[in-house]
């Protein structure tokens, strides 16, 4: 799911997972042996980019060797060693791992400085003219321990809020 949403606005995200998931028997999520055994060409169908269907499927290709921790296993496994196994993956950054780590398995501890929402957030919330640098962020949020995804919502609320400021001042966000 987090390599749906990488650069995309989340209506559209949501629309190709949609089509993705239509493609498969059970209506739901594939399994990795599922979705390597499907063409690239209806992956490509739902509205992926060739980059993200190489993505989902070294992802799969992963997952079955064991590269990917799945259920109990990635439970067990502190954030950073996540972030560490998924990145060796095409088309996976830390920010998609930061991500998983916040909406998928409820981290408690997250970040991500590298996203422009936090970023953007921390400068309107600390009075900044300009957009800090991830790691301005990253130093400041070392207080926020060990609830630094709290922060991180508090951040993009502060981001949104803003948005909605804006609109109704009719200044162009």
Do not use: C
Not at 3 to 26: D, G, N
Not at 69 to 74: E, H, L, M, R, S
Not at 112 to 119: A, E, H, S, T
Request: charged letters at 25%; proline letters at 5%.
């Amino acid at each position: 799911r987090a390599i749906a949403y990488q650069q995309l606005h989340e209506k559209a995200a949501e629309s190709i997972l949609r089509r993705f998931v239509a493609l498969f028997p059970t209506g739901r999520f594939p399994r990795p042996a599922d979705l390597l055994a499907m063409n690239e060409q209806a992956i490509r169908g739902a509205g992926f980019s060739q980059a993200k269907v190489s993505a989902l499927r070294d992802l799969a290709a992963r997952t079955l060797d064991g590269t990917v921790p799945t259920g109990a296993i990635v439970r067990k496994l502190d954030d950073e060693a996540i972030i560490e196994r998924l990145v060796a993956v095409r088309g996976i950054g830390r920010w998609t791992v930061e991500m998983l780590l916040i909406f998928q398995l409820g981290r408690p501890d997250v970040l991500p400085v590298d996203d422009f929402g936090v970023r953007n957030g921390f400068r309107i919330a600390y009075g900044r003219r300009s957009m800090p640098m991830p790691k301005e962020v990253r130093r400041y949020g070392e207080r926020w321990k060990p609830y630094r995804t709290a922060a991180a919502w508090y951040l993009w609320r502060a981001a949104d809020q803003a948005k909605v400021v804006k609109k109704a001042a009719g200044i162009n966000a």
